[in-house]
């Protein structure tokens, strides 16, 4: 690991400057950080880069974000790592909030009903298009994508708990795998434990504020596989659980997200800010980042040892299998919600082919843009 060399304003203007040029989703991100601290720096190998980006691919949590706490902490220390995030989150968390305002007090989504019309058609390519990618990384063999399949179908068709499914998905792939083994060690991997927490967090009244941030920690905790899987836990608990928001509200946050420089889970601050207003806006995000800034600074030596424990990784990527189902499952409802008619729909598929097909960084902003415009126009002339 490098010497801390940078002050703390340097590291924070830094990645301020990556936070404000962060547009075009976590790929983008990424490949952005990597130029700079690795290629054009030398912070750490390019082996060294791999491997981190693979441990935070695994684990919870959007990983540009913890790249940058990571990166952050490499050269400042722990103070390095929290402005190090900060700096990258803060102008996608203003313009967020300041959209989230305006979409309640000014009623944005009345007054831009037609623009909406096309934004929220993109959406659903956007979520399909991380479900293809998602999937093309973690699913790598038949058994994870019977788990994936079967976590899609126990979530459509029978609403079962998002943090059972998860469960079972990672108990699966272990006994998959290690089978054999697995009555012989069932003893040092308890999950009584997270029944206990999980049941504790679904039972205890809490006031509002402290509910949305605890729901936004849950969220926060259980994102494996990155930013985009962190839209099925918040549409299963602020949509489908508290009713703090309809799903058409919810398409509408992540359309506004699309076009912001940001990583995607901002859309988090526009969940809060509908359930609780500023103090809930800022209590979702508090509770969606929190694990992300700690895992980093504090635990990044043991994350990495628990992502290469190969007694649990393959727990970990049975949990991102089910994630995917989860993934696939919200689509769908995304996709109900958005696609409303034939225009809307075919703005849908436009959207996806552009986005398989072009990926540079600022494909998704254009495709959101133009799938806004063009459907303002056709609900100005034809629809």
């Known amino acids: 690991m490098s010497a801390s060399v940078d002050s703390p304003g340097s590291i924070f203007v830094r990645f301020l400057k990556f936070g404000l040029l962060a547009w075009g989703g976590p790929a983008a991100q990424i490949a952005m950080i990597k130029r700079e601290c690795v290629?054009?720096?030398?912070?750490?190998?390019?082996?060294?880069?791999?491997?981190?980006?693979?441990?935070?691919?695994?684990?919870?949590?959007?990983?540009?974000?913890?790249?940058?706490?990571?990166?952050?902490?490499?050269?400042?220390?722990?103070?390095?790592?929290?402005?190090?995030?900060?700096?990258?989150?803060?102008?996608?968390?203003?313009?967020?909030?300041?959209?989230?305002?305006?979409?309640?007090?000014?009623?944005?989504?009345?007054?831009?009903?037609?623009?909406?019309?096309?934004?929220?058609?993109?959406?659903?390519?956007?979520?399909?298009?991380?479900?293809?990618?998602?999937?093309?990384?973690?699913?790598?063999?038949?058994?994870?994508?019977?788990?994936?399949?079967?976590?899609?179908?126990?979530?459509?068709?029978?609403?079962?708990?998002?943090?059972?499914?998860?469960?079972?998905?990672?108990?699966?792939?272990?006994?998959?795998?290690?089978?054999?083994?697995?009555?012989?060690?069932?003893?040092?991997?308890?999950?009584?434990?997270?029944?206990?927490?999980?049941?504790?967090?679904?039972?205890?009244?809490?006031?509002?504020?402290?509910?949305i941030f605890f729901e936004g920690l849950k969220a926060g905790l259980l994102t494996f596989g990155g930013a985009y899987t962190v839209i099925p836990f918040l549409q299963d608990s602020a949509v489908d659980g508290q009713h703090w928001l309809t799903d058409s509200q919810f398409v509408d946050g992540l359309a506004i997200s699309g076009v912001l420089p940001a990583p995607l889970i901002i859309f988090s601050t526009f969940v809060g800010y509908l359930a609780g207003g500023l103090a809930g806006g800022l209590a979702m995000t508090l509770g969606i980042f929190l694990?992300?800034?700690?895992?980093?600074?504090?635990?990044?030596?043991?994350?990495?040892?628990?992502?290469?424990?190969?007694?649990?990784?393959?727990?970990?990527?049975?949990?991102?299998?089910?994630?995917?189902g989860l993934i696939a499952a919200v689509t769908v409802t995304i996709l109900e919600t958005s696609v409303v008619d034939v225009p809307t729909a075919i703005l849908a598929v436009g959207a996806f082919l552009a986005l398989n097909r072009w990926h540079s960084k600022l494909t998704v902003l254009y495709v959101v843009f133009t799938c806004g415009a063009i459907g303002l126009l056709l609900q100005l002339t034809v629809v």
């Open 39 to 211: 290629d054009e720096e030398g912070w750490v190998s390019e082996e060294t880069f791999k491997k981190t980006l693979a441990v935070y691919q695994v684990l919870p949590g959007p990983e540009a974000h913890e790249l940058c706490v990571y990166f952050g902490r490499l050269r400042g220390g722990k103070l390095g790592g929290f402005l190090a995030g900060l700096g990258f989150m803060l102008p996608g968390f203003l313009l967020m909030l300041g959209l989230s305002i305006l979409y309640v007090e000014a009623e944005l989504a009345g007054h831009l009903e037609e623009l909406f019309y096309g934004l929220t058609a993109a959406v659903g390519a956007l979520v399909a298009r991380a479900l293809v990618r998602l999937g093309g990384n973690f699913i790598t063999d038949s058994p994870l994508a019977l788990i994936a399949i079967a976590a899609f179908a126990l979530t459509v068709f029978v609403s079962a708990n998002f943090v059972l499914v998860l469960i079972g998905a990672g108990l699966a792939y272990e006994l998959w795998t290690n089978g054999r083994q697995w009555r012989g060690r069932t003893h040092s991997f308890s999950f009584g434990p997270v029944a206990i927490v999980a049941f504790a967090l679904g039972t205890i009244t809490l006031s509002l504020t402290a509910s």
């Open 291 to 324: 694990p992300a800034f700690v895992f980093p600074i504090f635990f990044h030596r043991t994350l990495v040892s628990i992502a290469e424990n190969p007694r649990i990784r393959p727990f970990l990527l049975g949990v991102a299998a089910g994630v995917i």
